[in-house]
């Protein structure tokens, strides 16, 4: 038996998503900038897929632009609302500590092109203060820049909230909303959003694709030039198989969202009061303030490395910290973001359950992770030197 949770890597792809591909890597294989049916057919199954995706989110078809996922989503909306801003003499970007890497990362290197960016730490339940953001507004901001939920701790921004407060001073707002859409109501004209990304294979679509919401009015630079796919931002024969896929997902995962949210909210709770009886354990993150999926633990004295390969062993695909950081031996910026130590951070466990898991799934991981925790530190120098007293103790 395996049990796979770990589904804010990626997730398995849907029927719908995978029938709804199909003729478009068989029959309708068309560039859909020819002229002839073939082409048109594929032209006109991306334009569905267009407002299929506006749909889901309260935007208009015009206002989205298909890409090759999350992470180039996140590059061109920071880049095109940095850009123009720059144009009116304004460098300053506000964002958090706990964002994904492909934001991060792109401001980073913003830094060195000129820009200042102020990275707003976040509260010990991993969620960031709205006011503090509300007060580093000034007229030198061009881009605020906050993720809708947190993939490592699964935590809920107050979008809506700091969104309001940018409309109201004309700030271009993005969010990473990658482990949000699809998974959680989004609604970009209630939430105040002026670009959003979002992952096809985050919500049961394919890998390599993905949209970037951008609001009419605000303007995009390109990434890629070329020719003129996509009005023109975005060149590149497009992912026709993949994009018409990922709007079947996102469509199916969207009328689905009140049900599995019950069904999940239900299961993470069990799965967090089972595995809060472990001693010297901690819950990371926000408890009711959370996606309906998610729980991270640290458990002190042990290696989450560790710990993965044992549950493996187990059949049970987990994760520690987030995919794009396993192999380093950083601990999670994150879990050092919302006030872990170093050696507390290195061990814990990240679980995001799918729509399809069961209590008797639950109660089996509960019970693995016990086994696996206590078995981890029968032999952990560390834990030997906590129980012995010359440590102490942090969780
Ligand atoms: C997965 C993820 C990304 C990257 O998306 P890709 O489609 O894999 O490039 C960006 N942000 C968050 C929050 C994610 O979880």
Known sequence: ??????????????????????????????????????????????????????????????????????????????????????IKGK????????????????????????????????????????DDVINELDDKTCLVTVMYANNEI???????????????????????????????????TADNVDMLSASAHKFHGPKGVGFLYVRKGVRLHNLIEGGAQERGKRAGTENVPGIVSAAAALEEAVSDIDKNTEKLTHLRDRLIKGLSEIPHSALNGDLKERLPSNVNFCFEGIEGESLLLLLDDKGISASSGSACTSGSLDPSHVLLAIGRPHDVAHGSLRLTLGENATEEEVDYIVSAVKEVVSYLRGFSPVWRDLCAGKSKFLL
């Not at 267009?50 to 632009?65: D, H, M, N, W």
């Not at 820009?115 to 707003?120: D, S």
């Open 91 to 130: 460098t300053k970007i506000i964002t958090d500590t706990i964002e994904h890497h492909a934001v991060l990362h792109t401001l980073k290197k913003l830094e060195k092109e000129g820009f200042e960016v102020v990275y707003l730490p976040v509260g010990k339940n991993g969620i960031v203060n709205a």
């Open 154 to 188: 699964g935590t809920v921004q107050p979008i809506r909230k700091i969104g309001e407060a940018c409309r109201r001073r004309n700030i271009v707002f993005h969010t990473d909303a990658v482990q949000a859409v699809g998974h959680i109501p989004v609604n970009v």
């Open 1 to 86: 038996m395996r049990i796979y949770a770990d589904n804010a890597a990626t997730t398995k792809m849907s029927k719908a998503a995978i029938e709804a591909m199909m003729p478009y890597i068989t029959d309708i294989f068309g560039n859909p900038s020819s002229l002839y049916s073939e082409g048109q057919r594929a032209k006109e199954a991306i334009e569905n897929a267009r407002e299929t995706v506006g749909r889901c989110i309260g935007a208009s078809p015009k206002e989205i632009y298909f890409t090759s996922g999350g992470s180039e989503a996140d590059n061109q909306a920071l880049r095109s609302a940095v850009y123009e801003g720059k």
